[in-house]
């Protein structure tokens, strides 16, 4: 089963205990961690090594950066070349970090990304907005005001710009243990909802034969044609609205991974003992299985998980 993978974004050194308490945290939810120091990224030996961490990035399904008084080393060799040895206020050194790249990267390719701040950082961050333009304010929680920069930018994207300051890495995974929660809480609605609409796409579908059996019925009373066998004309309409239905219920994964088994009926005698039973064994009862292909069927499926897609079902064939 695929797991959701998580990139953790941070300068090492200064925040190397919040990473391995993150991986812990990650690792108890189920979900796959990755950071690049236990060997999780697959370098590429033709490119810098950061790259290959850009990389990795798109292969995951989140980032939580955490942003700590570190800015961190420039994102690649080549830039690297432009620092200057001989600038002695490296405060103001202006390049981009491996960090600051990792983010921009997941932004690009519009990874859902978690930023924490630490609380000394963010407040330092309101001093130096008001003193953008003064390079003679040394500031004692931060090693490069491209930190500040950094901050100031997430903060003027116009969405996905969550930041949430920390003192302790409780308050980091208490807040990540409520937004998943919500992220949870929104795809089972979603779920719902693509269920609700697939029972009205159904609905439309056989309203729209029995109106063109209404259409055609209205027509040859306006020719003045003698209605043929109306009756006979409605009922040859509806046996053609329950063989549709049928088939495309015989489509749906639980009832194709019962034929799979060798079953073999038509989708008319599949479907009206589905309209007859309660429940997902009470259908199998009555479809009348060969015992070893039901005994296959209730050995081979979590029968729990396969009564929730039974149920779905009822709420979108149901007669």
Known sequence: MAKPKIFISSTYYDLKHIRNNLKSFIL??????????????????????????????????????????????????????????ENENKLYENYTSITEQEYLTAVKNNIPSFVFIRREVLGEYRTYQMNKSNENIIYAHVDNVSIFKLIELIYQKKSGNFIKEFNLIEDITNWLKFQWAGLFTKFLNQEKVIIELKSANEQLKELKTVTDVIKKYSESIMNKIKPVDFEKLI?????????????????????????????????????????????????????????????????????????????????????
């Open 235 to 319: 009922k040859e309409k509806t046996q053609n609205i329950d063989l549709k239905k049928a088939e495309r219920f015989c489509s749906e994964d639980l009832i194709v991974y019962i034929l799979s088994t060798g079953f073999d009926e038509d989708s008319i005698f599949i479907f009206e003992k589905f309209n007859t039973s309660d429940s997902f064994e009470i259908f199998l009862e009555k479809l009348g299985l060969d015992e070893k292909i039901k005994i296959k069927i209730l050995t081979e499926t979590n029968l729990s998980l396969a009564e929730s897609d039974y149920q779905s079902l009822k709420k979108i064939y149901s007669q």
């Open 28 to 85: 108890g939810y189920g979900y796959e961690p990755v950071l690049f120091e236990e060997g999780d990224i697959t370098f590429d030996f033709h490119l810098p090594l950061d790259e290959s961490c850009y990389l990795e990035i798109q292969n995951c399904h989140m980032l939580i950066l955490i942003i700590g008084g570190r800015y961190g080393s420039p994102k690649s060799s080549v830039e690297e070349t432009l620092l200057s040895n």
